[in-house]
């Protein structure tokens, strides 16, 4: 009798450890800024969507007059994140891991009719936050 209830209350220990990775965490974040490739300066009105493996769907956020954007209070898991505004072309980041910090991600966007020589490259940079 005794191990049967070793057995039931490791199993109890498992099932709340599993529960409680896929909690939403208030720490837990997408941050950063879009600017232009070319002239560098921050971009407005870029929508960006963030999809997770989760069934809680998709997030949308668009940056503020600086370029700036903040996605809180998103559950742990893995995300793919897609920046779009009109006349640019899209950027999607796939598999970015957010466990129990924030992510600072910032980007760069280039027009629809640069070419891949004119065109800086993205900048992507990871901070934790």
């Known amino acids: 009798m005794k191990t049967f209830l070793l057995i039931c209350s490791l199993f109890s220990l498992n099932a709340i450890c599993i529960a409680s990775e896929k909690i939403a965490c208030t720490d837990c974040s997408f941050t950063g800024t879009v600017v232009d490739g ?4 921050p971009m407005a009105d870029v ?3 963030a ?3 989760t069934a809680a769907g998709e ?5 503020d007059q600086l370029g700036q954007y903040k996605m809180q209070w998103m559950p742990t898991g893995t995300y793919s994140l ?3 505004k009109e006349n640019y072309k899209s950027i999607e980041k796939k598999n970015i891991s957010l466990k129990k910090s924030g992510i600072k991600l910032n980007i760069e966007l280039s027009e ?4 891949e020589e004119d065109y800086h490259n993205m900048l992507l940079k990871i901070d934790f936050i």
Do not use: D, Y
Not at 59 to 63: F, S
């Open 82 to 84: 897609r920046f779009e």
């Open 112 to 115: 629809e009719g640069e070419t």
């Open 38 to 41: 070319v002239t560098r300066k």
């Open 47 to 49: 929508v960006i969507t």
């Open 51 to 53: 999809k997770g493996n």
């Open 59 to 63: 997030q949308k956020v668009v940056t």
